[in-house]
């Protein structure tokens, strides 16, 4: 499985961004996609993730209200939209595939399939 991100960039405090995750290979090696951000000197640290099939996403609690998952399996591509963006979401953003267990979704170590990240950059 391969996984490439894009769609950061630099924007200012209050506007927004959608990253794309795009999969190919046998996306069937994941059952979850999750984005996952680091921003300098901080640990990597989970953003929300997606299914594949059904209705099922989870979100961090900084990305509730302000941050949307979603996908286009025609187009095996994963979104996430940020709004509202703040200074303090500055940070790459990797996306992740793997077949994590519930209490394992928000993990970075239950996924093996990770993209090469995209910056985000919101200036004050």
């Known amino acids: 499985v391969q996984l490439q991100a894009f769609g950061g960039g630099l924007v200012q405090a209050g506007d927004s961004l959608r990253l794309s995750c795009a999969a190919s290979?046998?996306?069937?090696?994941?059952?979850?996609v999750a984005w996952f951000r680091q921003a300098p000197g901080k640990e990597r640290e989970f953003v929300a993730a997606?299914?594949?099939?059904?209705?099922?996403?989870y979100s961090s609690e900084f990305a509730k209200g302000r941050f949307a998952i979603s996908r286009n399996n025609n187009k095996n591509t994963v979104f996430l939209q940020m709004n509202s963006l703040k200074p303090e979401d500055t940070a790459v953003y990797y996306c992740?595939?793997?077949?994590?267990?519930?209490?394992?979704?928000?993990?970075?170590?239950?996924?093996?399939?990770w993209g090469q990240g995209t910056q985000v950059t919101v200036s004050s």
């Open positions: 290979g046998d996306i069937s090696n994941t059952r979850y």
């Open positions: 992740a595939g793997g077949r994590p267990i519930t209490s394992t979704i928000r993990k970075g170590s239950s996924y093996g399939y």
């Open positions: 997606i299914a594949w099939h059904g209705t099922t996403t």
